[in-house]
């Protein structure tokens, strides 16, 4: 009986200081995007006011529908305190470069 291989996991390289300390502009990590994410969960996210633009932040709440997010570093993100509520695209889990760890 042939077993299914599992499928990797979307690689996303994260840029700017917004989620410092948690990550760092350079990091690897993956986007887990077959579950829903949860307050706390690092997640990828994308603006309806801002399309093009794709943001790796801390889900907080959910709001309406979509989720109130925020970076780590208040003095360097731009988030839904300014650009409302975002959509969520997946659950960041693991970082793997430099070091590799679970993040949640």
Do not use: C, Y
């Not at 077993?3 to 986007?31: E, I, K, N, Q, Y």
């Not at 829903?36 to 889900?59: E, I």
């Not at 959910?62 to 988030?79: L, R």
Request: glycine share 8%; hydrophobic share 35%; aromatic share 4%.
């Amino acid at each position: 009986m042939a077993r299914a291989r599992p499928r990797p996991l979307p690689l996303v390289r994260v840029t700017g200081p917004s989620m410092v300390p948690t990550l760092r502009t350079g990091d690897v990590v993956t986007l887990e995007t077959s579950r829903p994410p949860r307050p706390n969960d690092l997640v990828l996210v994308r603006w309806p006011a801002r399309p093009g633009q794709l943001s790796v932040k801390r889900a907080v709440r959910p709001d309406g529908d979509g989720w109130h997010v925020e970076g780590d570093n208040p003095f360097a993100s731009t988030d839904s305190r300014t650009l409302g509520a975002a959509e969520v695209l997946g659950v960041i889990r693991f970082r793997l470069w430099p070091r590799p760890r679970r993040l949640r």
